[in-house]
């Protein structure tokens, strides 16, 4: 949009940005969309990289929703926009006339809460941006989670924008009950084709309705930026009685791409083809399913600038594309539906019941009852549409009612010569953990892309994205004094940084005829159920023992009568932990559940600052010791990965 000459804004005009690693931030950006439109606001979404900043005054109201990842970093997808607001030359006046707000997403767990958010709105008023209304913060530990704390901001945002943006007279607000058009929709490519005997995806052999089980394929997917990765192991590594399934995953790419301790690979999943077929016979959608579609901007009218982006980029190179391929590949069918979803199904039933039902969980007096529908039995929007069956939903709106299949990202465990195959491609290594569990309402619960990765026989690919982590190990560190703090999968990227110390001796010695480097000591806090059933690398860990100063605890909680985990280990160990942080300086990575675990490893290690000295001289305070743990956070020798 362009500026009108020396008068601010031409329109009521609102810009939402998102930076988002996991795609929480873009469905609250969307969700602050939809109630810009709804108060007459010409509106773009976008991701924050798609912007510069010198555009922001060109809007009446910028809002920025944004996810913090790693420790205390902006999202990938905001790291560009971010980097264009620290240039040195930018005058303190460069924002001037921008009015904007915030909302955040981050989690209490991590140390540095919400940073990337904080980070952002203290540039923009430094660059002399308004802040026009007090930005809000999500916590993923929040008992309601994103909504118990969304929900109320966005509230409170909408009539802050009707207090200082008023309508004007003779208008009002477009009702929650009367729908929004759809910005994209599907449309068949021609009326008198159709592909039956020619589908869009290739189908294997033994992709039937038993692909739940067992399924090889070839991800043809022209998703942006991603590697084809083909898989050489899915093994499981824990025992088939254990309540576990724990896979060791192996994937090759024939690109010779680098990565560090900390880096992910963000795997992106496909739906099953039973449950695809269960969601075209429940909206009547039979034969229209296998029928070519193309995905078109809703209206023609909108110019090229005002067009909102595509749901799902990249369509238009998709060989083949049906109504069938777009669910199977892209639509999170199985996801647990947010408020949104319910206002835009409630608009496809004529019972009465149901939709007065459905109206109800968007809205926020009964956030309550949203969450213990949803959130707490963790249903499906498959199960959602079971139960509400008179929604019947066009099958050209199908994208803009479902929400987009996002990657799932997992840690990757391999380090050192692990990382290369011998033809000089890459190999990532991961340690997954299969997600199937019964809810509080005995229905039988299994992780969309989990769920995927189990299924897939080696030989079939992938598509990945490799993303850069957050535990930045420098090179002094890595060689330094180390504690690895990795309960069950956490231990993935510990054992990265375990064979890239290993890899480091290794060419030492090599190069120095054979002498040892001088390199600190590694302890390995690690912690499961059984030594027998979920020992992770038990056997690795004796072999690099030899090569680096390795020692392993490990903190099985079901062996015994009483439970012990990784904290315990501390407790019975303060002075060792006190020699290595204090009196060497050591680092410390924590990786793993992000709920209680965390906090107790912290709390512990308060407590080693605290006792572990063996002079009451060496000993610290409570309050000097918290301050060498966030001393320490500070310069980068305490850092944590956790999901």
Same mark, same amino acid.
Request: glycine fraction near 6%; charged fraction near 25%; charge should be negative.
């Given at each position: 949009?362009?500026?009108?000459?020396?008068?601010?804004?031409?329109?009521?005009?609102?810009?939402?940005?998102?930076?988002?690693?996991?795609?929480?931030?873009?469905?609250?950006?969307?969700?602050?969309?939809?109630?810009?439109?709804?108060?007459?606001?010409?509106?773009?979404?976008?991701?924050?990289?798609?912007?510069?900043?010198?555009?922001?005054?060109?809007?009446?109201?910028?809002?920025?929703?944004?996810?913090?990842?790693?420790?205390?970093?902006?999202?990938?997808?905001?790291?560009?926009?971010?980097?264009?607001?620290?240039?040195?030359?930018?005058?303190?006046?460069?924002?001037?006339?921008?009015?904007?707000?915030?909302?955040?997403?981050?989690?209490?767990?991590?140390?540095?809460?919400?940073?990337?958010?904080?980070?952002?709105?203290?540039?923009?008023?430094?660059?002399?941006?308004?802040?026009?209304?007090?930005?809000?913060?999500?916590?993923?530990?929040?008992?309601?989670?994103?909504?118990?704390?969304?929900?109320?901001?966005?509230?409170?945002?909408?009539?802050?924008?009707?207090?200082?943006?008023?309508?004007?007279?003779?208008?009002?607000?477009?009702?929650?009950?009367?729908?929004?058009?759809?910005?994209?929709?599907?449309?068949?490519?021609?009326?008198?084709?159709?592909?039956?005997?020619?589908?869009?995806?290739?189908?294997?052999?033994?992709?039937?309705?038993?692909?739940?089980?067992?399924?090889?394929?070839?991800?043809?997917?022209?998703?942006?930026?991603?590697?084809?990765?083909?898989?050489?192991?899915?093994?499981?590594?824990?025992?088939?009685?254990?309540?576990?399934?724990?896979?060791?995953?192996?994937?090759?790419?024939?690109?010779?791409?680098?990565?560090?301790?900390?880096?992910?690979?963000?795997?992106?999943?496909?739906?099953?083809?039973?449950?695809?077929?269960?969601?075209?016979?429940?909206?009547?959608?039979?034969?229209?399913?296998?029928?070519?579609?193309?995905?078109?901007?809703?209206?023609?009218?909108?110019?090229?600038?005002?067009?909102?982006?595509?749901?799902?980029?990249?369509?238009?190179?998709?060989?083949?594309?049906?109504?069938?391929?777009?669910?199977?590949?892209?639509?999170?069918?199985?996801?647990?539906?947010?408020?949104?979803?319910?206002?835009?199904?409630?608009?496809?039933?004529?019972?009465?019941?149901?939709?007065?039902?459905?109206?109800?969980?968007?809205?926020?007096?009964?956030?309550?009852?949203?969450?213990?529908?949803?959130?707490?039995?963790?249903?499906?929007?498959?199960?959602?549409?079971?139960?509400?069956?008179?929604?019947?939903?066009?099958?050209?709106?199908?994208?803009?009612?479902?929400?987009?299949?996002?990657?799932?990202?997992?840690?990757?465990?391999?380090?050192?010569?692990?990382?290369?195959?011998?033809?000089?491609?890459?190999?990532?290594?991961?340690?997954?953990?299969?997600?199937?569990?019964?809810?509080?309402?005995?229905?039988?619960?299994?992780?969309?892309?989990?769920?995927?990765?189990?299924?897939?026989?080696?030989?079939?690919?992938?598509?990945?994205?490799?993303?850069?982590? *957050? %535990?930045?190990?420098? !090179?002094?560190?890595?060689? =330094?004094?180390? @504690?690895? /703090?990795?309960?069950?999968? #956490?231990?993935? +990227?510990?054992?990265?940084?375990?064979?890239?110390?290993?890899?480091?001796?290794?060419?030492?010695?090599?190069?120095?005829?054979?002498?040892?480097?001088?390199?600190?000591?590694?302890?390995?806090?690690?912690?499961?159920?059984?030594?027998?059933?979920?020992?992770?690398?038990?056997?690795?860990?004796?072999?690099?023992?030899?090569?680096?100063?390795?020692?392993?605890?490990?903190?099985?909680?079901?062996?015994?009568?009483?439970?012990?985990?990784?904290?315990?280990?501390?407790?019975?160990?303060? *002075? %060792?932990?006190?020699? !290595?942080?204090?009196?060497? =300086?050591?680092? @410390?990575? /924590?990786?793993?559940?992000? #709920?209680?675990? +965390?906090?107790?490893?912290?709390?512990?290690?308060?407590?080693?600052?605290?006792?572990?000295?063996?002079?009451?001289?060496?000993?610290?305070?409570?309050?000097?010791?918290?301050?060498?743990?966030?001393?320490?956070?500070?310069?980068?020798?305490?850092?944590?990965?956790?999901?």
């Amino acid at each position: 949009m362009s500026e009108d000459q020396g008068s601010g804004p031409r329109k009521r005009s609102a810009l939402i940005l998102y930076g988002s690693e996991t795609g929480n931030a873009q469905e609250v950006a969307e969700e602050l969309g939809s109630l810009a439109e709804r108060l007459h606001f010409m509106t773009q979404v976008s991701e924050m990289n798609h912007v510069k900043p010198e555009k922001l005054s060109s809007y009446t109201i910028v809002v920025f929703a944004i996810s913090t990842t790693g420790q205390g970093d902006l999202p990938a997808n905001a790291r560009t926009f971010w980097r264009s607001l620290l240039l040195k030359r930018l005058p303190a006046t460069f924002l001037e006339g921008v009015s904007f707000t915030s909302f955040g997403l981050g989690d209490s767990s991590y140390p540095k809460f919400n940073w990337a958010a904080r980070k952002l709105c203290k540039r923009l008023v430094q660059l002399g941006a308004n802040e026009t209304y007090l930005s809000g913060e999500a916590d993923q530990q929040h008992p309601e989670g994103l909504e118990g704390t969304f929900i109320p901001w966005i509230t409170d945002f909408r009539k802050h924008l009707l207090d200082t943006y008023p309508l004007p007279e003779g208008q009002h607000p477009i009702p929650d009950d009367v729908q929004l058009p759809p910005k994209w929709v599907l449309q068949l490519q021609d009326q008198t084709s159709k592909s039956n005997t020619d589908p869009a995806v290739p189908r294997t052999e033994n992709q039937s309705t038993e692909d739940s089980k067992s399924r090889l394929e070839h991800d043809l997917r022209p998703i942006p930026d991603t590697l084809t990765a083909t898989l050489i192991q899915n093994k499981r590594v824990t025992p088939a009685k254990h309540w576990q399934d724990v896979r060791h995953v192996s994937l090759t790419v024939p690109d010779s791409v680098t990565y560090v301790p900390g880096d992910m690979i963000s795997v992106m999943p496909k739906n099953f083809t039973e449950d695809v077929q269960a969601l075209i016979q429940m909206m009547g959608w039979e034969e229209q399913a296998d029928q070519l579609v193309s995905l078109v901007p809703a209206n023609s009218q909108h110019s090229a600038e005002d067009l909102p982006l595509p749901p799902i980029p990249n369509l238009e190179s998709y060989p083949k594309l049906t109504l069938r391929a777009i669910i199977m590949d892209y639509l999170d069918i199985r996801a647990i539906p947010r408020r949104r979803f319910f206002s835009e199904i409630s608009h496809y039933t004529n019972d009465e019941m149901q939709k007065e039902r459905l109206l109800e969980f968007t809205n926020p007096e009964f956030l309550d009852e949203l969450w213990d529908y949803t959130s707490r039995p963790r249903r499906s929007i498959l199960e959602v549409l079971h139960e509400f069956d008179t929604v019947k939903i066009p099958w050209q709106h199908a994208t803009s009612v479902f929400p987009v299949l996002r990657g799932r990202q997992f840690s990757i465990a391999s380090g050192g010569e692990l990382k290369r195959t011998p033809e000089g491609g890459a190999k990532f290594e991961l340690l997954i953990a299969i997600v199937k569990y019964k809810t509080i309402i005995k229905r039988i619960r299994e992780g969309v892309c989990t769920k995927y990765i189990s299924a897939l026989q080696p030989g079939s690919t992938l598509k990945v994205h490799l993303q850069r982590g *957050g %535990l930045n190990s420098s !090179l002094g560190q890595l060689s =330094g004094p180390t @504690v690895l /703090v990795g309960p069950g999968t #956490g231990v993935a +990227p510990l054992r990265s940084m375990i064979w890239e110390k290993a890899a480091f001796v290794k060419a030492y010695k090599e190069e120095n005829g054979g002498a040892e480097p001088t390199i600190g000591p590694t302890i390995l806090l690690f912690g499961g159920r059984n030594r027998n059933a979920d020992f992770f690398f038990d056997e690795e860990w004796q072999q690099l023992s030899k090569l680096v100063k390795l020692e392993v605890f490990a903190a099985f909680s079901r062996d015994q009568k009483q439970k012990v985990y990784v904290q315990d280990v501390i407790r019975d160990n303060f *002075g %060792l932990f006190f020699r !290595l942080l204090h009196e060497m =300086g050591g680092s @410390v990575y /924590v990786c793993g559940s992000s #709920g209680r675990m +965390p906090q107790a490893v912290r709390e512990a290690l308060i407590e080693a600052f605290q006792n572990g000295g063996e002079t009451d001289a060496e000993r610290f305070s409570r309050e000097e010791a918290e301050e060498y743990l966030l001393g320490m956070e500070k310069s980068g020798r305490y850092k944590q990965e956790t999901w």
